[in-house]
């Protein structure tokens, strides 16, 4: 098998097979959150707080006070790699051609060497997060087999973009390929590891900010 | 000075027929130079290089058309001009090229055999169009299947050059469902050395710089993984296009007569396969260096590359799905719906029964006996 055979594969049936199994996951995986469902609170809320739910998804999204003092290698590595990573998802030209491939929307793309600059800082904050959970022993007692399947599932797209982009190493044909198949493996393990926070990430942080308001929990 | 008026011109050399045509040293020695400079060689191989050609007796030639469309025989013969590189074919001994050749029927067939056992060993096999293996019938010349014609002439080859995608691999022929059982020259070919010039057509440069090389050193150029000289094939198209800086800045044609891409943006949106395709196509161009697909406006569709036609749509991004489709996604979404159907019934239903099994503890329960 050429390379270009090994693209055309990672491109069609694996990436078909990827998508279907990520879309049929994250459905699934909505319905089991949803289905479980909750016990109706029967006590008379604290304070009246509508849309404290939807204030949280917003709040609890931007850069809390003294994060800094409290933990500043977990806020801004987390901001820097979230961001690094969401430019090169959705603002990279070849990217949105895949998006619009999909769903007909499309938006206009970044120059390319931004696009780059934000994966390095993305690979960097990567690389400095596993560090400082391996050496926090809190973070490290937490963190299990699935927590560092997630890490590799998630730097291998950047870095083997990163390469193909810069012709690093191996032929640009196969690189290009590793690429595509390490974003097949993405897609698959999104559904069912905690990588599933990209859908469920609001949903929790709506659940929270209501469930807190009820009580008259600042949240 | 004209080469003719040089004293050490050797009667029956490529030199005397340079000479012949009028041909000075001065531009000879041009052509040489860039022939070094595209084969990726030092400057000091000029010179080694012009007397190496010149002095080389005419290089017995045997080139079969298999399963092709005369394209790349077309391409290598009606260049821009009539260009040193025609020249440099018209000096090889063409001994056999059913296309060209005025000889018909069984004088043509003489030939070739004749040229096969006066040169055996030392002839250069050229090889354009695949090799049916489904039946022998598909193809055949004078009564030969391409298979025994290939391989009868294979034997006393020094080295064979497989020019068009369709020898090197395959190529439409062996495009899905690949009707007639195609192959490449280097499928059936495992004992001899095999030079690659894929391309659909190939560049006549390309071939010019591969027997300029097989000239000069009695030896095929460094090649690739996939048999193609490195110096012609070693980087893609989209490297060295003159629309890759729009590429970088983002800046793409939406269709192919829209303004951005009369202002040479980058074609990658309209399907340009230029950035998997390993081709001097942005450098060499062709028509005397005139022009190139991308350059006229149409994206690389990747003809140098094996499996081209099967490697997904011409017209859509590199970046896309192939067959993805949004009803695919759709039926994700049903079976999905329908599994975490299944699963809350199951998890509602084991919630259930362990409400029903619940037992409620009384107080009598919890008070503690005294011993």
Not at chain 2, 42 to 69: D, N
Not at chain 2, 336 to 354: C, E, L, Q
């Amino acid at each position: 098998m050429n390379h270009l055979h090994l693209l055309t594969f990672a491109r069609g049936s694996a990436l078909n097979w990827a998508l279907m199994l990520c879309v049929a996951g994250i459905v699934l995986r909505l319905f089991e959150i949803f289905g479980l469902g909750r016990k109706t609170d029967l006590a008379k809320p604290r304070i009246n707080s509508p849309g404290s739910g939807w204030h949280t998804i917003f709040s609890r999204s931007l850069p809390p006070q003294g994060m800094l003092k409290r933990e500043p290698v977990t806020y801004i590595g987390g901001y820097v790699f979230h961001l690094g990573l969401l430019t090169a998802i959705l603002f990279f030209a070849p990217h949105i051609e895949l998006i619009r491939s999909m769903t007909r929307l499309g938006w206009p793309s970044l120059p390319s060497p931004l696009v780059d600059a934000s994966v390095v800082a993305s690979i960097i904050a990567l690389g400095v997060l596993l560090a400082h959970r391996l050496n926090n022993p809190v973070k490290r007692l937490l963190s299990g087999l699935c927590d560092y399947l997630a890490w590799t599932a998630t730097l291998l797209p950047l870095l083997t973009g990163y390469m193909a982009y810069h012709h690093l190493f191996i032929e640009y044909t196969l690189m290009l390929a590793l690429h595509i198949f390490s974003v097949d493996l993405l897609l698959v393990l999104l559904p069912f590891t905690k990588l599933f926070h990209t859908f469920s990430v609001f949903i929790s942080r709506w659940y929270n900010g209501d469930i807190f308001g009820r009580k008259g929990v600042a949240s | 000075m004209k080469l003719a008026e040089k004293p050490d011109i050797l009667p029956g050399t490529v030199g005397e027929g340079l000479a012949q045509r009028g041909i000075c040293r001065r531009e000879f020695l041009q052509f040489c130079t860039a022939l070094t400079a595209l084969l990726a060689l030092p400057p000091t191989m000029t010179v080694a290089m012009a007397e190496a050609i010149s002095k080389a007796r005419r290089q017995s030639v045997i080139w079969l058309s298999f399963q092709e469309c005369t394209g790349c025989t077309e391409s290598i013969t009606r260049s821009h001009t009539p260009t040193l590189e025609n020249l440099i074919f018209d000096l090889i001994s063409l001994d056999y090229h059913h296309t060209l050749q005025a000889a018909s029927g069984e004088a043509a067939e003489h030939a070739r055999e004749l040229a096969m056992k006066d040169n055996f060993g030392k002839y250069l096999l050229i090889v354009d169009g695949a090799i049916p293996m489904g039946n022998p019938g598909f193809s055949t010349i004078a009564g030969i299947s391409n298979y025994d014609m290939l391989m009868e002439a294979a034997k006393g080859a020094a080295a064979i050059v497989a020019v068009g995608t369709c020898a090197t691999f395959g190529g439409i022929p062996k495009a899905d469902p690949n009707p007639t059982g195609a192959v490449a020259v280097s499928d059936i070919i495992k004992d001899k050395p095999i030079i690659n010039v894929p391309g659909c057509p190939p560049i006549p440069v390309v071939m010019t710089g591969v027997l300029a090389h097989f000239l000069t050193f009695g030896s095929i150029p460094e090649l690739d993984s996939l048999g193609r000289p490195k110096s012609f094939y070693g980087e893609t198209i989209h490297d060295h296009c003159y629309r890759r800086p729009f590429y970088d800045q983002g800046k793409f044609a939406q269709t192919f007569d829209d303004d951005a891409a009369r202002q040479g943006w980058c074609l990658f949106k309209l399907g340009c396969k230029g950035p998997v395709t390993y081709n001097v196509c942005a450098t060499t161009k062709w028509n005397d260096g005139t022009s190139f697909p991308i350059q006229s406006g149409h994206g690389c569709i990747g003809c140098s590359e094996p499996n081209f036609w099967d490697a997904g749509p011409l017209y859509e991004a590199l970046s896309m799905p192939i067959s993805a489709t949004a009803s695919m996604l759709g039926t994700a979404a049903a079976v999905g719906t329908a599994a975490g159907a299944a699963i809350t019934w199951h998890n509602r239903s084991t919630k259930a029964a362990a409400k029903a099994a619940h037992e409620k503890v009384t107080v009598q329960e919890l008070i503690r006996e005294d011993k």
